[in-house]
């Protein structure tokens, strides 16, 4: 394989997406295939810097326009120094978000413009794209309980989503199924509202039925 393979993970808050991270990666790693994970908004000390500004609760009042540059900073920073030289050595590079969160988030959650949002997505990281997106779907208010508890028992201060009003969680959730629609060839809704295992066997069926990841 001369060229890596970039799956991304994308949901709402609570979604499970950590959990299934770490089985992907090592489904694959018993196939041999090296792999990385990283996270977004974040990945490199520059975008991880700017990951503070957006998540915590005190990161600042963005209006929904500064923040979308911001994910876009952070993004092509991290395409640029460690997800592009990764995919470069043949490595399989597993994402907790990327720009179909950024999408959802902003379009559907805030109601950025699209055509703005997608016009910073070509200048930013030239429309990069995943190869394969995961979208764990499940109703935002359970989602919402499970993310604030693990904040809680983590005591954490990302909670800075967290504490929007359901309606945007909701919203968010609509986007992401949205987004699923448009991009039926790239992402794959699974039912996150399944136990852990049973979320993990949809998954894995579906790497297992691509099978084009090297």
Known sequence: MTDGYFIT?????GAGKTTQI?????????QGKETLVTREPGGTPEAEKIRELLVQRDGGEWTPQAETLLFFTARHMHLENLIKPALAEGKIVICDRFTDSTRAYQCYGHGVNAEFVERVNRIAIEGFSPDLTFILDLPAQEGLLRSKGRLSEAQSTEDRFENLDIEFHERLRQGFLEIAKKNKERCHVIDARQII???SQDILRVLEDRGSYG
């Not at 993970?9 to 808050?13: A, P, R």
């Open 22 to 30: 770490k089985c992907i990666e090592s489904f694959l790693q018993e």
């Open 197 to 199: 295992d049973e979320v």
């Open 9 to 13: 993970l994308e949901g709402g808050e």
